[in-house]
């Protein structure tokens, strides 16, 4: 059973255009959320995390935003860079010293 | 940010030999250190979480007399392949997590080809 699942396993978007990737996740004791960006043969890159008090986290080009109500939570970068181009794994916990439960990823492609 | 090593970064070994995968924070202390193993195409499988001065945790399905996880300080985590067989080739990543804080630090992964 998929406790965090990010269904579409690939995104392409234009440089400069919003890449907005999805994430759901089925556990209602999961409150701290986290995604990762991956490059081929390299450990994740953690960039940016949200805890369920907030449903808005941003950091630079990178928002994260939570509906706790849906179980949903995604990830907007803007604008989009070729150098984003990557896997990016949603990942959550409850809060405390569990591992992550990561979905599948997504691989985002940025054309220039 | 924090930073989390691995040696080797990839190592080539044969069939039946032992292989030692090194994890240390750098910067932080870890109270946890987690084990995954990646397939290519595939996600993070978490194999093990290890605790320091305790025995890991090992996840359904991962053999724990095959893949020895020592976590003897809070900066440093081995993890011994033993008798490694082809089957065992695969992308080795550690993370890293200080007490009380929810994020987890990855290191950079070790490549594990076992001819």
């Known amino acids: 059973d998929q406790q965090v699942k990010q269904n579409s396993p690939s995104l392409s978007v234009q440089e400069g255009r919003i890449s907005i990737l999805n994430c759901d996740y089925t556990?209602?004791?999961?409150?701290?959320f986290l995604w990762y960006k991956k490059y081929p043969a390299e450990g994740p890159t953690f960039l940016i995390s949200i805890s369920s008090i907030k449903d808005k986290n941003e950091d630079g080009r990178f928002t994260v935003f939570l509906n706790k109500s849906a179980k949903h939570l995604s990830l907007h970068i803007v604008p989009s860079q070729p150098g984003d181009s990557a896997v990016y794994f949603c990942?959550?916990?409850?809060?405390?010293?569990?591992?992550?439960?990561f979905g599948k990823g997504t691989r985002l492609s940025v054309i220039a | 940010g924090a930073v989390v090593s691995q040696h080797p970064s990839r190592v080539i070994c044969k069939s039946g030999t032992s292989v030692k995968i090194e994890c240390r924070s750098l910067?932080?202390?870890?109270?946890?250190m987690f084990w995954y193993r990646q397939f290519p195409k595939q996600s993070l499988m978490l194999m093990a979480t290890?605790?320091?001065?305790?025995?890991?945790?090992?996840e359904q399905g991962v053999e724990k007399d095959k893949f020895l996880i020592n976590h003897a300080s809070l900066t440093l985590s081995t993890l011994t392949v033993t008798s490694a067989h082809p089957e065992d080739s695969s992308f080795y990543i550690c993370?890293?997590?200080?007490?009380?804080?929810?994020?987890?630090?990855f290191g950079p992964g070790t490549r594990l080809l076992v001819l």
């Open positions: 290890s605790n320091e001065g305790s025995k890991a945790t090992y």
């Open positions: 910067d932080f202390q870890a109270t946890t």
């Open positions: 993370s890293a997590r200080a007490a009380s804080v929810g994020t987890q630090y």
């Open positions: 556990n209602s004791m999961f409150d701290y």
């Open positions: 990942a959550a916990s409850p809060w405390g010293n569990t591992p992550l439960v």
